[in-house]
C-alpha cells in the first residue's frame, strides 16, 4: 500500500517505493539561499583565506617579530610570560592556593574541574530551547567562565612588570669579561652577579651592565640610593672597594 511521496511500508519500515539515480539536487529552487559545495562555496573560502594569509603576510613583513636575547638556563630571575591565552592560567598559578605546595591544584585540579563542566555541560542541561534566557545552567556556566577568564587575563596585564620585563630580554652586544678581574671579583662577592647574570648580561628585571654610559659616580650613586627594582644599600665591602666596583662597571663596553 503506498502512502505519501513514493513512500511504501514494508512491515515496520518505510522504504523508497522506487530507486532513483544519485542526480544533483537542482539549487535554481532556492535561489539566493543555497549554493553548490563544489566548486561555489569551496571557492568564496579559498577567497577568503588567501585575503587573511596576504594580510598575515604583511603584518609579518612590517613588524618585526620581538626577538629576546639567547636563552640561559641559569638564570633564575627570568619572569617568564605565556602567549595572551595562556595568561588566565598564568595569572591562576601566582595565588597562594594554586602555587607552590599547592601547584598542582592550579595547574590540574582547578582547569579540570573547569572542562570536566565544559563536558557535562550537554547532559546537565538537555533542554530543546535555544534562547539563553531559558537555560539558565548552560548560560550561568558559560557567563562564569568568560567573567573569570576576562578577570585573569586582566589581573595578570596590569601587574606585570613591562618595563622589567623589556630590559630582560634585550640583545645587548657580547662583550668577553674577564671573570678573573678584581672588580668582577668584588661583584661576586656581593651577590651583584646574582641578578645582573654571570655575563653582566642582565636578567630577571636588572639591566644588563654592558655599555651603562654611566661614570663611576652615578654608579656609586645607584648602588647606594638604588634604582628602580634595585634596593639601596647592598653593598658591603670597604671603600677602597667600592671605587673599584664603580670604576669597573664603569669601563665595561662593546667594541
Not at 78 to 87: A, H, R, T
Not at 169 to 181: C, F, L, Q, R, W
Not at 222 to 232: Q, Y
Request: with cysteine.
Amino acid at each position: 500500500m503506498h502512502r505519501g511521496k513514493g513512500m511504501k511500508f514494508v512491515g515496520d519500515s518505510r522504504v523508497s517505493a522506487e530507486r532513483k539515480p544519485n542526480i544533483p539536487k537542482d539549487y535554481s529552487e532556492y535561489p539566493g539561499k543555497t549554493e553548490a559545495f563544489w566548486p561555489n562555496f569551496l571557492l568564496k573560502e579559498w577567497m577568503i583565506g588567501a585575503v587573511f594569509l596576504i594580510g598575515f603576510l604583511c603584518l609579518t613583513i612590517a613588524h618585526e617579530p620581538p626577538l629576546e636575547k639567547i636563552a640561559d638556563p641559569s638564570d633564575t630571575a627570568y619572569i617568564p610570560l605565556p602567549d595572551w591565552y595562556f595568561l588566565f592560567l598564568y595569572q591562576l598559578l601566582k595565588y597562594t592556593y594554586a602555587s607552590g605546595p599547592f601547584n598542582i591544584v592550579g595547574a590540574l585540579v582547578i582547569p579540570g574541574l573547569a572542562f570536566g563542566a565544559l563536558l557535562l555541560a550537554p547532559f546537565i542541561d538537555r533542554g530543546p530551547e535555544r534562547r539563553p534566557s531559558k537555560r539558565p545552567l548552560a548560560t550561568g556556566f558559560m557567563l562564569l567562565a568568560v567573567a573569570a577568564i576576562t578577570f585573569l587575563t586582566w589581573q595578570s596585564v596590569a601587574t606585570h612588570d613591562w618595563e622589567a620585563a623589556a630590559n630582560q630580554g634585550k640583545i645587548v652586544a657580547e662583550v668577553e669579561i674577564d671573570t678573573e678581574a678584581e672588580g668582577y671579583k668584588i661583584m661576586e662577592a656581593n651577590t651583584c652577579l646574582t641578578c645582573h647574570g654571570g655575563e653582566l648580561q642582565g636578567g630577571g628585571g636588572a639591566p644588563a651592565l654592558i655599555d651603562t654610559g654611566l661614570t663611576p659616580e652615578e654608579i656609586k650613586e645607584i648602588v647606594t640610593n638604588g634604582k628602580g627594582a634595585m634596593p639601596g644599600g647592598l653593598f658591603k665591602g670597604t671603600d677602597e672597594e667600592f671605587d673599584k666596583l664603580a670604576e669597573y662597571i664603569s669601563g665595561i663596553v662593546s667594541e
